[in-house]
């Protein structure tokens, strides 16, 4: 960090950040990303792979100077992408979700350009050093870093199991916690079972297809019953290639938008139960140095109770973040979801209108074909 | 008179060409002569007479069992490109163009009875020749002819006795408009025709051809005409005199009078000169189509007020398929044209009879109809599904062997009846019995729709009776065991094939094609499966989405995103059932239309085999008749005169043999020919029809989209 008074000058304009390109070289995926500084309108391009996006994010989580950091609620960045070919489509499809669909990535490009969005929205965050080298260092930060972050993640979870079940002092967050992990499984559900919904209406567009190029298969020039005929298939033909055009705008709209809302929103549930997890944990901490400070022998008990009110102190900061994270959560979320289903909506809208004045454009011809 | 003439098909399909060549030279002379009394009748009696000729020369059977459209081409093609030439041609149609004299008369006539001017005439006497029914050809030689004629006509002529009672009106009208004849003379003369029509038609009866709606067709005509008469002249006087037939007319006098109007600028342009015939065809395309839409209730109330206990014709298969003789292929297509008719048939309301492993289906039969071969406007039978069998077993038996494609019923499902029976409630042997049902009924109209076929006593028992026998043997010819024989014929006729020499590139062209038409079709099918299986997967699958965005909801903090989750959840509810019904939608109309058709070009391959076999038989005569030729050469060889008789008399006998084996075959080949043709009109028909039935569901399904998410998308934006 430079210095604190340039702090507002390096804020990135959140909605200026945008992901314009992507390129593949081998399994490796780069981005090219662009934004804005508030305070001024040039723009500046960086090249990132999905390493830099870890980095990036293991900066967050490690930025020592914030107060009540294990309050945040992180943006979650999506997994790691699969481009590799050897993969199959159906791993890809398991680890990543609607990520994985689309052209070109561009769903995943989406998701990164979200988190990124969030990121440069969130307070605490949008101050983070890495941040800001992330969207302006011409160098690839990524490589610097290790992988601590799976090790990390696995003592996590094992904690996870062993504090999931702890009863919390405050009401507010127990059911926050209750709730959480609740609505974390129906969303994952859901996501899934829309999922599964896309995937059936791309397999029937593909289905579709297939009898659209079959029945061009039927075309007779022979004599004039014949040709007849083949028009009568070759209109069919039309027909179901329109219908199979009309399933798959059907689903890329489900993807771009309630599919990559639905995936942000269990992502993002997911990152809620990270935090409060985190709180869980300095409250078992806090509970034991409680324990501790008061079965300490006069003579230790000084020092454990400093412990004791250091780890109260941090708590109760981390409480209170964690607070107004949930509450900025809440508020997030349901008008993220509101857009993601206006836009869905309004897209099969007129999906929907466009087909059925091409179907009954169709309609019209064939009456009038004569037989 | 001449713009009545216009009106009425005229009868005649070249097939008869052959058969009855020798006859048209007679007729030819007949015709002139006929004409000549005629223009003396038209002088003394009315203007009825033009059309007399014309169908003289033509046979009855044809003109009612042909559809109009080809009546109404051929000659006009035949009468400007080749005028007299042509053999086929009506005696009317030659005696006009060859004979100036003719003409004139016909003029005369023409003027006299319409008023039209000069020019008319001439375009007049041709259309009318052309357009002309066999009934007044009929009228013409049997009560202008006398009886000389009568023998020539009656072979000719089949035409009901309603035919007469028809033309016997129809003279009376435009006499009395046109030429303002005392009506006392026009009663006299009806009165006179009368009689002496019926008696030979009467004797005509046994071997009417008459198949409904062409018959309809060739009658509706008439009364346009008359009501054309009546229009101008405004003569009252026919009505009274004639009261059933007036009522015919007068019904059909406003539906007809626009087309009358259109015949008749058309035949003024064209009385201009010979090469007008494009628009003559199409007037005369016009002209049919709305004739043949009343034309079945026309056609009945005729027959009922000629004689309502005449029995319905039956068109035998033997009668029929005498009829064709090598045609061109044009005009063999010419000859399908749409044949309309009243007849409307259901199978509904399925019900389980019995109980265990004896139990079966019922279904109710309900016919609506106006044709008068049928006893009631309505009748409903119930019929169980062996019944459906039995059915297309006794049509095949007769008709299959004639080279007819007699439409195949559903095959039996061990599996889904065994279901049926075992099973009280399950949706998926409900869904087994509305496909049957439906199959059916499909089968059913297939019939039905088959001009021959209808004629047929056993299917209209089959509609009408209350009890039919039982129908026994059913189980080996339904079902796979069906389809299996079908192939193995196939293939024991592919053999077959290698040894017969085609002589008609046609046919061997068609059997290729039917071949390749089948395997793309079953691809087709195979598709279609694949497409449905999808839906109904689509359909679970969005289910089981509605459901967690129904849980999703329900367990929604957010009052307003859980309420909005809630709507979504319904919305994908309703989804769900649209593609449910669009997974059925897809089955019903698609894979069952192309597994029907599948199993027709089974019976189209059938009827190609029953060809093979005919000329297997011809084949066989013919070397027999060889074998027998030198044997007598080797008997008079060895100079053996009592044996040479009997060698003779032998060869005679397979001389006739062959000559019939041949006959059959030429006539199971045109047959096949026009049974073929027929089979892809009728697909094509067909496969448009469930097109844009399909159509209509597409768009049906997307408008109810529609307006699911317009009904959700105010619920998304209430989201706070």
Redesign the interface.
Known sequence: MKGSNEDSAQSVNGSSIKITDVTQDGDTLTFAITSQKSSSSAGVCVFRTYEDFEWLQQGLFSQEDVPGLQGVIFPPLPSKPLPSTSLSQAKALKQLGFLALGDEWMIYCKALELYLQQVAAHTTLSKSKALYSFLNSSESPGKQCGKKGILNRLSQAMEEMRKEGHKDVDEFFQSERD?ST??SA??K??TE??L??VL??Q??AL??G??ST??H??V?Q?????V??SK??L??SD?IEA?KI?YEKVSDNDISTLGLGLDLESRYQEAKREMLFRRTCKLVELETANRNSERAKPNKKAIMEGVQKATQKEFDIISSVAKQEIEHY?RDR??L??DF??C???K??ST??E??AL??Q??DA??K?A? | MAASSERSPPPFPESEEQELEHDLEEDEEDSEEGADIFTGGTLSDSAMDPPLPVSSSEPPKDIFSEPPADTFKDPLNKTSAEKAASGGLSKAQAAVPVKVAADEELDDLFSDSLGESGAAPVTDAKIAPLLDLGEEPQKSDVIKKGAGKDDASTEVLSAPQNDVIKKDIFEEPPKGAAKDLPTDIKDGNAAGKKPASTDLFGDDDDEDLFKEPLGAMTKKPQGSLFTEAKSEAKAARPEQSNSAAADLFTEEAFTVTPVVAAAKSSVNTSSKTNGLHSDEEDLFAEATVELSLDSPHNDRRKREAAKPSAPAPSLSASASTSKPQPKTLEELEEEEKEDTFDLNISVTNPEKVGDGMNAYMAYKVSTQTSLSMFRSKQFTVRRRFSDFLGLYEKLSEKHAQNGYIVPPPPEKSILGMTKVKVGKEDPSSAEFVERRRAALERYLHRVVSHPSLLQDPDVREFLEKEELPRAVSTQALSGAGFLKMINKATDAVSKMTIKMNESDVWFEEKLQEVESEDQQLRKLHAMVESLVNHRKELSVNTAMFAKSVAMLGSSEDNTALSRALSQLAEVEDRIEQLHQDQASNDFFIFAELLADYIRLLGAVRACFDQRMKAWQRWQDAQNMLQKKRETEAKLLWANKPDKLQQAKDEIVEWEAKVSQYEREFERVSATVRKEVIRFEKEKSRDFKKQIIRYLESLLQSQQQLIKYWEAFLPEAKAIA
């Open positions: 709730s609740n609505l129906l969303f559900l859901s079972k829309f599964d919904v059936n209406k397999r029937l289905a579709c297939h009898f079959s029945l298969l039927c007779n022979d004599n004039p019953t014949a007849a005929f009568i298939c209109k069919l027909i219908v009309n809440h349901v008008s979801l509101r289903l206006i869905w909506c309004e099969q809208l929907a209108r087909s059925s179907l009954s169709h309609l064939c009456k074909f037989v």
